[in-house]
T-cell receptor, first 111, second 111 residues
Framework: DAKTTQPPSMDCAEGRAANLPCNHS???????VYWYRQIHSQGPQYIIH???NNETNEMASLIITEDRKSSTLILPHATLRDTAVYYC????????????FGSGTRLQVQP | DADVTQTPRNRITKTGKRIMLECSQT?????MYWYRQDPGLGLRLIYY???????NKGEISDGYSVSRQAQAKFSLSLESAIPNQTALYFC??????????FGPGTRLTVL
């Protein structure tokens, strides 16, 4: 699985867009980018995933660069409830190995 | 009702005791996982199972064992608990797309 690099922490003002970057320069052609988040001591929660096209759902948008070496998770209107650790994970869609969670980015939404 | 349940939610035990953590799911998924999380760190994979007869070690399986009693049940055992196994333990399930659904966690303290 490709290695990912995320900033350890970020701040965002409530109501503003939160843009969380992830570098995955060694990503392979069949690997997807997944995002999860973990709100204080709760089980991680799936947010979104994508291969090469930008993706959007009710929680967030995922922007993947054309060369697929980096991506950005966008929370369009961050709320205090979005304060969490956000994990970027790169995986093949149906591989035999499990997801590997790194240290993630701790997002603090400020009032 | 929750899709993934874990029992107990909290447990305090003594060094040398045998402990079993249980996980049940109603998602109908074949894949189940056990992770541990230490304070301030990401999740680390202990064991995972792709079906009842397919069980695999994760990155930190030493000191742990598992049993997949049925598609819906996956239990984690600590044969002889030690203090550095004090952690938050999460069970998760997934389908082939690797969208994982996590339980609420079990907080284990070994004195």
């Amino acid at each position: 699985d490709a290695k990912t690099t995320q900033p350890p922490s970020m701040d965002c003002a409530e109501g503003r867009a939160a843009n969380l970057p992830c570098n995955h320069s060694t990503i392979s052609g069949n690997e997807y980018v997944y995002w999860y988040r973990q709100i204080h001591s709760q089980g991680p929660q799936y947010i979104i995933h994508g291969l090469k096209n930008n993706e959007t759902n009710e929680m967030a948008s995922l922007i993947i660069t054309e060369d697929r070496k980096s991506s950005t998770l966008i929370l369009p209107h961050a709320t205090l409830r979005d304060t969490a650790v956000y994990y970027c994970i790169v995986r093949v869609l149906a591989g035999r190995r499990a997801l590997t969670f790194g240290s993630g980015t701790r997002l603090q939404v400020q009032p | 009702d929750a899709d993934v349940t874990q029992t107990p939610r909290n447990r305090i035990t003594k060094t040398g005791k045998r402990i079993m953590l249980e996980c049940s799911q109603t998602k109908g998924h074949d894949r189940m996982y056990w992770y541990r999380q230490d304070p301030g760190l990401g999740l680390r994979l202990i064991y995972y199972s792709f079906d009842v007869k397919d069980i695999n070690k994760g990155e930190i399986s030493d000191g742990y064992s598992v049993s997949r009693q049925a598609q819906a049940k996956f239990s984690l055992s600590l044969e002889s608990a030690i203090p550095n196994q004090t952690a938050l333990y999460f069970c998760a399930t997934s389908d082939l797309r690797h969208e994982q659904f996590f339980g609420p966690g079990t907080r284990l303290t070994v004195l």
